[in-house]
T-cell receptor, first 115, second 115 residues
Framework: DTEVTQTPKHLVMGMTNKKSLKCEQHMGHRAMYWYKQKAKKPPELMFVYSYEKLSINESVPSRFSPECPNSSLLNLHLHALQPEDSALYLC??????????????FGPGTRLTVT | GNSVTQMEGPVTLSEEAFLTINCTYTATGYPSLFWYVQYPGEGLQLLLKATKADDKGSNKGFEATYRKETTSFHLEKGSVQVSDSAVYFCALRNAGGTSYGKLTFGQGTILTVHP
């Protein structure tokens, strides 16, 4: 099973709202990733967790706050977003982070619209 | 640094035509190379991979060979179907250091196949 699940599938939120995106995998992977994807563009890396510790933050604004409660779960907390943050948010996981060129498996994404 | 360059799209073909999408890369060391496919409204799916020079990745009739001498990983399919219409991303991943397995993507190639 190479499935990464994400909820919700769609999310509409106002600029003053607080919401969270959720990602789950049960492949025993120890690295998990958040990406942001704008239409017709490749995904842009936001955060990497390796063994439940934040390893990479690609200078993402603080209105995005990641959390990794355990090795299977990854959350992205959203607060005071801007309309330009509207995008497809993708979660991915891989067998490891540093070391080994393992492939990443992606979830279906959450389509976020900020009004 | 690492970079991936894909042929410019969009690419439009008739069903049963031969497909080539060119991908070249720049990287230090010995990266792994991947092709991902994204169908409309979905996340990225791993299509195939190659982890060392002269490896051939294959899946669902698609093939790509890791050519270190030309730093290329071109995607081919002998006979495309309407259902192959999607966006195709070439990507590389370098192990080790502090990269934490970061994926570097090409800009994506939109493929449309007509009946």
């Amino acid at each position: 099973d190479t499935e990464v699940t994400q909820t919700p599938k769609h999310l509409v939120m106002g600029m003053t709202n607080k919401k969270s995106l959720k990602c789950e995998q049960h492949m025993g992977h120890r690295a998990m990733y958040w990406y942001k994807q704008k239409a017709k563009k490749p995904p842009e890396l936001m955060f990497v967790y390796s063994y439940e510790k934040l390893s990479i933050n690609e200078s993402v604004p603080s209105r995005f706050s990641p959390e990794c409660p355990n090795s299977s779960l990854l959350n992205l907390h959203l607060h005071a977003l801007q309309p330009e943050d509207s995008a497809l948010y993708l979660c991915a996981s891989s067998r490891s982070g540093a070391g080994g060129n393992y492939e990443q498996y992606f979830g279906p994404g959450t389509r976020l619209t900020v009004t | 640094g690492n970079s991936v360059t894909q042929m410019e799209g969009p690419v439009t073909l008739s069903e049963e035509a031969f497909l080539t999408i060119n991908c070249t890369y720049t990287a230090t060391g010995y990266p792994s190379l991947f092709w991902y496919v994204q169908y409309p409204g979905e996340g990225l799916q791993l299509l195939l991979k190659a982890t060392k020079a002269d490896d051939k990745g294959s899946n669902k009739g698609f093939e790509a060979t890791y050519r270190k001498e030309t730093t290329s990983f071109h995607l081919e399919k002998g006979s495309v179907q309407v259902s192959d219409s999607a966006v195709y991303f070439c990507a590389l991943r370098n192990a080790g250091g502090t990269s934490y397995g970061k994926l570097t993507f090409g800009q994506g190639t939109i493929l449309t196949v007509h009946p």
